[in-house]
Structures are given as C-alpha cells and as structure tokens.
C-alpha cells in the first residue's frame, strides 16, 4: 500500500508554491475544462477559433494565449468537414495543430494515445475531446459515479502533464434559472472539472449567444457573442465584479443620491418610498434589498441601515457612517453591532 503524501501548514504558509497557469489568460487554466452547449449551436466553431489561437500564439479576441502544440479530437467530424472549417475561418494556420477524427474510448485506451501524443509533441498546450460522449462506453454503474469517474481520468491525465483539456458536452432541453444545471448528466461532471463553459443561444433564429464561464482558478465571467462570417466575435465581456454591481436594484442608487448631505433618516418604507418619488416597488421589497446590501453596498457609500418593530409600525433608521478624524469609526462596537469595514481597521492600526 503506498504511503499517504501529506504536506504540512507550515510548509504551505511559507513555501512558494506555483500557480495554475492560463492557456488562454484569465479564461482558460490548466486542468479541465468542460465546455457545454446545445446541438448545431456552433461550438466546434468556437472550439477551431480556439485551437488556431494556441497553436500560433494569437489573442483569442482581446485575451493572450500561451503558444504551444494543440490536439484537436473532432470526433464527430471528418477531415473534408474540417478542411470546409478551415477555408473560412483562416488563410494560413500553424503546423502546430494536429486533428484527429477517430479515438479508443476511455475505458479501451484513449490515455493511453493521449500519452503517446505527448512523447512526439511534449510542447502541447491544449486539447480538446469533441465530444465526451463519443468516448465514453455504456455503463450500468451509477450514474454519478460513472460521471464523476469518467471526468476524473482525464483531469488526472491534465494535472499530471499541467496542461489544457476541453471536453465539449451537450446540454438538456429543459430551463433551469442556473445555467450551469443545465449541463447534460450528473453533477459528478460539473463537480470534477476545473471549470465549466456553457455556450446558450438566445434563440434559434439568433446570432447572438452568451457564453457563461465559472471554475476554480477562474471568476465568473459572462461574455455575448455573435456569429457572424461562421466565427463567434467577441460584443462584450463582464466580469465578477461589474456583474455583482449590475446586481444591485437602481432604487438603492437613488436612496445613496436621497442621503447626500442628510445626517440622518428614520420612518417607514412607505414613507422612505414616497420620499424617494418610487412608485414602482413595494415596501417589503424595499426593505429586503437594503438589508441585503446593508453590509456592503450601502456601507461602502457610508450609509448605516438599521430596522425596528414599534407600535406605529416597522421603522427603518439610516444614517451617515463618516469616519471620526483619530478614531477611524463612530463607536466601537462598530455599526448597529456590525463590526467595522476591516479597510478602516487596517488604516488606523499602530
């Protein structure tokens, strides 16, 4: 029995360690990837405008890649189909690029092949399977664990080489309000891979599509695409970040721009909303979302929020946070027994 490796928190404290690193630069690590979408959708476009990217070291629309050998498995394609691909996408391409349009399967092979691919080409940056079901075999077992141990050979097969594995997947029919439920199977799939890509079209008719990107060492990300002259071009791309401020109601805006040069607030919802001139949302509602953003959108803009049952009803409180000059904040048990920002601690620590 091989001995269990461990490593201690010291040495993870102190040691440098490297970091994943990206194929494609803050898109695209090392590991695997699992990139989702509908049939015809158009992801073997996407997935060749990739590949001939890596393969010369050329930006994958405003994003640098990292130049190496790449390892196409258009399994469900030909050589002519691909050839087609080729004319339209491109006037000259890299011997870097290799295609392949039959494989073993995972369970008669496929790492094996892959590990011989790496012998001829070790410069090898990414590869990608089109698509898992046409390696994959029937199986009886549970449904998770064949899922999960499916994905697992492959990402075993990219950690040990530290290199980029796509595998393209299909999606269900069916809605779901989080994308990424969407991915066909179990979450033993979306649970193992390093990141998940899903590719959804606004309609059939549409050229226009969203690519919704989410994993370890990569933030959420959403991009819009559109598909024009049979290669999706970047329209826009929003990160965590300006995602999460997208998220905030514009009423919270207007209550930021209602406490400008006022000390202090106290009355109902109602009341605050009539003060406002807001007539679209109702009072419960605007309750929620001040206490859901009390902690960091409105404090950020200064603006303490506090809430209280009295007999003449349910009372909200604001006032304005301005840090005392030598104190750094107004009391110390911080807002409405809200600790202090640690920004403001940081700033006033000896």
């Given amino acids: 029995m091989q001995k269990l490796q461990t490593v201690n928190a010291d040495t993870l404290l102190y040691e440098p360690l490297e970091k ?18 509908s049939q015809k959708i158009g992801k073997s476009w996407l997935m060749l405008k990739l590949c001939l990217c890596v393969s010369q070291g050329i930006p994958l ?3 640098p890649t990292r130049e190496g050998d790449v390892l196409y498995l258009c399994l ?10 080729l004319f339209r996408l491109t006037d000259e391409a890299s011997g870097r690029l290799h295609f392949a349009v039959a494989s073993d399967k995972l369970s008669d092979g496929l790492i094996v092949q892959l590990e011989d691919y790496l012998k001829e080409y070790p410069d090898s ?6 698509t ?15 899922d999960y141990g499916d994905i697992s050979l492959i990402k075993g097969f ?6 980029a594995v796509i595998v393209v997947h299909h999606i269900r029919k069916q809605n779901d309000s989080d994308v990424f439920n969407k991915v066909s199977g179990t979450t033993g799939l979306t649970g193992s891979a390093d990141a998940t890509f899903v590719l959804e079209q606004e309609n059939r008719a549409s050229n226009a599509a969203k690519l919704y990107v989410t994993g370890r060492d ?16 970047l329209v826009e791309r929003k990160e965590q970040e300006q995602l999460a401020k997208e998220a905030i109601p514009d009423i919270l805006f207007r209550l930021v721009d209602f406490m400008q040069g006022r000390e202090g607030w106290t009355g109902t919802a109602t009341e605050l909303l009539d003060a406002l001139g807001e007539t679209g949302t109702a009072a419960n509602v605007l309750t929620k979302w001040m206490n859901e953003y009390r902690l960091d959108f409105l404090l950020e803009n200064h603006i303490r929020y506090d809430f209280s049952r009295r007999s003449s009803g349910r009372m909200i409180s604001l006032a304005r946070q301005e840090d005392v000059e030598g104190d750094g904040h107004d009391d110390d048990d911080g807002v409405f027994g809200i600790p202090p920002p640690l920004s403001s601690l940081r700033e006033n620590t000896p």
């Fill in 132 to 146: 898992l079901q046409k390696v994959r075999t029937a199986s009886k077992d549970n449904a998770y664990a064949s």
């Fill in 125 to 130: 940056r990414l590869i990608v399977i089109d």
């Fill in 76 to 85: 469900e394609d030909t050589f002519c189909r691909i050839q087609d691909r």
């Fill in 61 to 63: 629309w405003d994003m």
């Fill in 158 to 163: 990219a950690d040990r080489h530290s290199l």
């Fill in 20 to 37: 994943p690193s990206f194929v494609v630069d803050g898109l695209i690590p090392t590991g695997l990837t699992l990139f989702c979408g």
């Fill in 218 to 233: 990569t933030p959420y990300q959403e991009f819009k695409l559109r598909f024009r002259d049979c290669s999706w071009e």
